[in-house]
């Protein structure tokens, strides 16, 4: 008898050892491919938070026409918005995409393998095995840094994520207790053995589908990026052959400068020397700040107000290298100009302002300009067209998050004001 219960205390010690075994196993798998495709929040706080959740959820038992997957799910999206940070609908994405991940997993191993071993020894013993091997295989496909996407397709994403969470809650709620028979045992049983690995390799087509999407955003802001740079360059190239017209004809100019002041005209002298200060050639090269990134939108954005007819209030001290990419400072940059822009060409006031500077290790943008049209709340465009507009603000805002930095935005005396703080440290500082 003593040996019995002696034995049975063993088993049940294996067991817990097992079930926290795999705990740490899973936990460690699951948060080092969370990490790649979403940022932790800085702290060993959050990220122990983070692991703790996925190394329990990991070992959570769920089979078919178990109702726990609803006590799980808000606790997976909560802890993937709390735990992290960046865009909501991206975090929202990521933790739908691997709850769904995870629990067709679970119920995969512990519906089928626990009429194999009714303990559910061998169901624990594999949940670090798949986790590792999937982790293993992918790992080199992993980006280093979190994928970088537009709030856009961030909501897309969000959206194709409902397709496997919707199919893992129908199969594995289909034989709940509120409809529990033999017949509907048996149908939800064979319809998991198809439905479940379709949720799996469904999750990581998602994933994957993320970062080919971010490739192809890195992609396509790398040529707006260039498109920009283009057209300041051809303003220089503009800048220097005006300068050789003018030095080609300036043996004429003072031939013609000299007659007016030996014939004493000189109004008509100084008329003409002020035609010739007002040249193109002699206004010099257009430099804003000395970062050649921001130099570059920045000159590209003064023309264009300068020929729609703004007046613009333009004080930029950037220096030459800062730790911004430069796609997400010119996006910065670009989206806030478009969007003054825009809003002074409905205002009768034509007066834009806009301030950038580093300082004491934040870079710090101000942009603000007269009201001339109705500004929402929640700062959505007034256009009807709505799939082409709107999406300057909210694209800001995520970059700003993404490097921890906080963007505001409203109506303050009548002015619209856009304020936008990032903490850097410029180089070589």
Same mark, same amino acid.
């Given at each position: 008898?003593?040996?019995?219960?002696?034995?049975?205390?063993?088993?049940?010690?294996?067991?817990?050892?097992?079930?926290?075994?795999?705990?740490?196993?899973?936990?460690?798998?699951?948060?080092?491919?969370?990490?790649?495709?979403?940022?932790?929040?800085?702290?060993?706080?959050?990220?122990?938070?983070?692991?703790?959740?996925?190394?329990?959820?990991?070992?959570?038992?769920?089979?078919?026409?178990?109702?726990?997957?609803?006590?799980?799910? %808000?606790?997976?999206?909560?802890?993937?918005?709390?735990?992290?940070?960046?865009?909501?609908?991206?975090?929202?994405?990521?933790?739908?995409?691997?709850?769904?991940?995870?629990?067709?997993?679970?119920?995969?191993?512990?519906?089928?393998?626990?009429?194999?071993?009714?303990?559910?020894?061998?169901?624990?013993?594999?949940?670090?095995?798949?986790?590792?091997?999937?982790?293993?295989?992918?790992?080199?496909?992993? %980006?280093?840094?979190? %994928?970088?996407?537009?709030?856009?397709?961030?909501?897309?994403?969000?959206?194709?994520?409902?397709?496997?969470?919707?199919?893992?809650?129908?199969?594995?709620?289909?034989?709940?207790?509120?409809?529990?028979?033999?017949?509907?045992?048996?149908?939800?049983?064979?319809?998991?053995?198809?439905?479940?690995?379709?949720?799996?390799?469904?999750?990581?087509?998602?994933?994957?589908?993320?970062?080919?999407?971010?490739?192809?955003?890195?992609?396509?802001?790398?040529?707006?990026?260039?498109?920009?740079?283009?057209?300041?360059?051809?303003?220089?190239?503009?800048?220097?052959?005006?300068?050789?017209?003018?030095?080609?004809?300036?043996?004429?100019?003072?031939?013609?400068?000299?007659?007016?002041?030996?014939?004493?005209?000189?109004?008509?002298?100084?008329?003409?020397?002020?035609?010739?200060?007002?040249?193109?050639?002699?206004?010099?090269?257009?430099?804003?700040?000395?970062?050649?990134?921001?130099?570059?939108?920045?000159?590209?954005?003064?023309?264009?107000?300068?020929?729609?007819?703004?007046?613009?209030?333009?004080?930029?001290?950037?220096?030459?290298?800062?730790?911004?990419?430069?796609?997400?400072?010119?996006?910065?940059?670009?989206?806030?100009?478009?969007?003054?822009?825009?809003?002074?060409?409905?205002?009768?006031?034509?007066?834009?302002?806009?301030?950038?500077?580093?300082?004491?290790?934040?870079?710090?943008?101000?942009?603000?300009?007269?009201?001339?049209?109705?500004?929402? %709340?929640?700062?959505?465009?007034?256009?009807?067209?709505?799939?082409?507009?709107?999406?300057?603000?909210?694209?800001?805002?995520?970059?700003?998050?993404?490097?921890?930095?906080?963007?505001?935005?409203?109506?303050?005396?009548?002015?619209?004001?856009?304020?936008?703080?990032?903490?850097?440290?410029?180089?070589?500082?």
């Amino acid at each position: 008898m003593g040996t019995e219960m002696e034995l049975g205390l063993l088993q049940q010690l294996f067991g817990r050892g097992l079930w926290v075994a795999a705990a740490l196993g899973d936990g460690i798998f699951l948060y080092r491919s969370w990490s790649r495709f979403v940022r932790i929040r800085a702290g060993r706080l959050w990220s122990a938070a983070m692991f703790a959740v996925l190394g329990i959820v990991s070992i959570t038992v769920i089979w078919i026409g178990d109702p726990n997957l609803l006590y799980v799910l %808000p606790v997976v999206l909560l802890a993937g918005v709390l735990c992290t940070r960046g865009s909501l609908a991206g975090r929202l994405a990521v933790a739908a995409i691997f709850f769904s991940l995870i629990m067709s997993v679970n119920a995969t191993l512990d519906t089928y393998l626990e009429l194999l071993t009714p303990r559910g020894m061998l169901s624990r013993a594999l949940r670090p095995a798949v986790y590792g091997g999937v982790y293993l295989l992918v790992r080199r496909r992993l %980006p280093e840094e979190p %994928p970088e996407l537009s709030f856009r397709l961030w909501r897309l994403v969000l959206v194709l994520a409902a397709m496997p969470l919707c199919a893992l809650s129908a199969v594995v709620l289909l034989t709940s207790h509120w409809y529990r028979s033999p017949e509907v045992n048996l149908v939800g049983l064979n319809q998991g053995m198809v439905v479940l690995p379709f949720v799996l390799l469904t999750a990581v087509a998602l994933l994957a589908a993320i970062l080919l999407l971010a490739d192809h955003e890195r992609l396509e802001r790398a040529e707006q990026l260039a498109g920009l740079r283009e057209v300041y360059y051809q303003g220089l190239r503009e800048q220097e052959g005006q300068v050789r017209t003018l030095r080609h004809d300036l043996r004429n100019h003072l031939t013609v400068l000299r007659g007016l002041l030996e014939r004493g005209e000189t109004a008509r002298a100084l008329g003409y020397l002020e035609q010739l200060a007002g040249s193109p050639a002699l206004r010099g090269t257009r430099r804003l700040c000395e970062n050649e990134a921001a130099n570059a939108v920045l000159s590209a954005k003064a023309e264009a107000m300068e020929r729609a007819g703004i007046a613009a209030d333009l004080a930029v001290s950037l220096p030459a290298e800062l730790p911004v990419e430069d796609m997400d400072l010119c996006a910065l940059l670009g989206n806030a100009l478009d969007n003054t822009m825009e809003g002074v060409r409905r205002a009768g006031l034509r007066g834009v302002t806009v301030r950038c500077r580093v300082d004491k290790g934040l870079l710090m943008l101000r942009v603000a300009n007269p009201v001339g049209a109705e500004v929402r %709340p929640d700062l959505t465009t007034t256009k009807a067209d709505h799939s082409r507009h709107g999406f300057g603000i909210p694209g800001m805002r995520e970059i700003a998050e993404r490097y921890g930095g906080t963007l505001e935005a409203g109506v303050r005396d009548g002015r619209f004001e856009l304020v936008v703080c990032l903490p850097v440290q410029a180089r070589g500082a």
